[in-house]
């Protein structure tokens, strides 16, 4: 994973404290951050594939 599942969950709160001033750029990271996730767990999942039982 490029980042760990705690990362993942900092990034979001650290998101969600930004002010409505800053809620276009909040959501476009989010974005992005969900996206890395979404990568991140298929490549987990592809990997334990490949070593069952692992």
């Known amino acids: 994973m490029r980042l760990s599942w705690s990362q993942h969950l ?8 930004a002010g409505s001033d800053q809620a276009g ?3 476009a990271l989010m974005g992005m951050a969900l996206l890395m996730l ?4 298929s490549l987990e999942t592809d990997h334990q594939g490949d070593h069952p039982g692992a």
């Open 25 to 27: 750029i909040a959501l």
């Open 38 to 41: 979404v990568q991140d767990l």
């Open 10 to 17: 900092n990034a979001a709160r650290t998101l969600e404290l």
